[in-house]
């Protein structure tokens, strides 16, 4: 009975703990003082049965034969209190689990309160940053206003000096003038008499530096070094996509890159058309100035050698074969946008392969300006 009565003040002392801990485990201390209710009921009981027992002990000196009885109750209540000792460890199991939970509650308080004051000094930061950039905003504002001073005066000097340049290019305007009308003369003599052949490993006319056939025998020689372009691409683990990608980028990239060329030529040549040119004459200027661009950039690349990759070692640096594949393709486009007409390879009727490394179309054809 001592035993059940020190459990008892233990229990009680635990719950007056809890309530000061945390009142969100009012229902939990709830369930526990129902518990205790529970016990004290079952105490209540012991009690009520140990008079019965007091009964029996005095009625077992009257009745010997009522003995076998009382032995009986006695085994009872002996296992009413098994099971009561039973209760109250489950009970100090209960009490233990709500000690975990309080010092839980105690930790995350805990991390509320650093968290709280992180936020506190990272707001105060702020506020100094804040400061700082209003300080820096006001100083640039000044230094603006000094600057502002500094680029009227330099703006006013400038003025001065482009008044002076008007009058020097005024004087050249009337030089170059003349020189204009000199160079105009000299090519009314020899525009008719421009027939030479040129020797660049292939024979052409200077009409057609780079005409359709020669333009189709370059494109065959780039699809015959594709193979060996592939074979070191794909041993290096390159993706079949993105190096069509990259080709059909250059190529569409030289297009659009000599188109804009070639209309800023036509624009140069439409306004001596309507300065009073010869509109025959100034068409074949116009023509001739489109070959002569295209017969720069066949020369170019001609006079600085090939700077072809060894094709043939697969251990070659990859980036350098796919730098070469790019140029080459960059190359020939620019020389068949500036053919007339403009070419480019026939990829709307190159049919779909299993191979996703069957890249370049077999033909060429006309391309149109609007593609």
């Known amino acids: 009975m001592k035993f059940l009565k020190d459990k008892e003040k233990e229990t009680e002392a635990l719950r007056r703990t809890i309530n000061e801990k945390d009142e969100q485990l009012q229902l939990m201390k709830s369930a526990f003082i129902e518990k205790q209710m529970e016990t004290e009921a079952l105490l209540q009981r012991v009690y009520q049965m140990e008079a019965q027992l007091q009964q029996s002990r005095s ?12 032995n009986q109750s006695f085994q009872a209540f002996h296992q009413q209190q098994n099971h009561n000792a039973r209760f109250l460890k489950d009970k100090e199991k209960e009490t233990e689990a709500l000690k975990r939970i309080i010092n839980e509650k105690d930790e995350q308080l805990q991390l509320m309160k650093s968290a709280s004051k992180e936020k506190q000094m990272e707001t105060e930061a702020l506020l100094q940053r804040s400061a700082l950039i209003k300080k820096e905003d006001e100083h640039e504002k000044l230094n603006q206003r000094s600057t502002c001073k500094e680029k009227q005066k ?96 250059e190529f569409q990239d030289a297009k659009i890159d000599m188109r804009n060329r070639r209309k800023m030529i036509d624009k140069v040549f439409e306004k001596g058309k309507n300065d009073g040119g010869m509109p025959q004459k100034v068409d074949q200027y116009r023509q001739l100035t489109v070959q002569n661009l295209q017969m720069t950039l066949y020369s ?23 730098k070469y594949l790019g140029s ?29 490394w069957d890249v370049f179309p077999r033909n060429i054809r006309t391309a149109s300006d609007y593609e």
Not at 182 to 207: N, P
């Open 328 to 356: 080459e393709c960059y190359w020939l486009g620019c020389l068949m946008a500036l053919n007339n007409p403009p070419l480019q390879p026939d990829w709307e009727n190159h049919p779909p392969s299993m191979d996703r």
């Open 59 to 70: 009625a077992l000196i009257k009745k010997e034969d009522e003995h076998e009885k009382l």
């Open 154 to 249: 330099e703006t006013e000097t400038l003025l001065q000096r482009v008044k002076e340049m008007e009058a020097q290019l005024q004087q050249s305007r009337s030089a170059l003038q003349e020189k204009d009308e000199q160079l105009k003369s000299f090519k009314d003599r020899v525009a008719g008499e421009v027939a030479v052949s040129i020797k660049t490993g292939k024979t052409m006319s200077l009409k057609y530096p780079v005409n359709k056939n020669r333009l189709k025998e370059m494109y065959e020689d780039l699809r015959c070094d594709w193979p060996k372009i592939k074979k070191n691409l794909k041993s290096n683990k390159k993706h079949p996509d993105s190096v069509k990608e990259l080709i059909l980028k």
């Open 300 to 322: 170019q690349k001609q006079d600085a050698g090939s700077q072809k990759p060894f094709l043939e070692n697969e251990a070659a640096n990859p980036q350098d074969v796919l």
